[in-house]
């Protein structure tokens, strides 16, 4: 069984930035795919950002495309998101999300296992 940790929401103004940690540990292979989907109050999960272990792929959503940076240290098995340019849109809960197959899935549903979410917040 994968856990997932993440780490680093809070509260920033509009122009700011954050970066988000995600750290999965257990299971008896790491995730080949580590994706970031975000929740905001009466809306459904969104796909945000992924990336491949083993194809090094990476996908966007496109509202996030050019301020937001998805990285991941595979010697740690931690995935990283760097947040540029925030915007009050940008307000949810973010969850890490990690999955078996090689190809990137931007659907929740296609997701094995999820961290707890963390708050990220920008003020206008």
């Known amino acids: 069984q994968v856990q997932l940790v993440e780490s680093g929401g809070g509260l920033v103004q509009a122009g700011g930035s954050l970066r988000l940690s995600c750290a999965a540990s257990g299971g008896a292979v790491s995730p080949y795919v580590m994706g970031w989907f975000r929740q905001a109050p009466g809306q459904l999960r969104a796909f945000v950002a992924a990336i491949s272990r083993i194809t090094g792929g990476i996908k966007y959503a496109d509202s996030v495309k050019g301020r937001f940076t998805i990285s991941r240290d595979s010697a740690k098995n931690t995935v990283y998101l760097q947040m540029n340019s925030l915007k009050p849109e940008d307000t949810a809960v973010y969850y890490c999300?990690?999955?078996?197959?090689?190809?990137?899935?931007?659907?929740?549903?296609?997701?094995?296992?999820w961290g707890q979410g963390t708050q990220v917040t920008i003020s206008s």
């Open positions: 999300g990690a999955e078996s197959s090689i190809l990137i899935k931007t659907t929740p549903d296609e997701y094995d296992y």
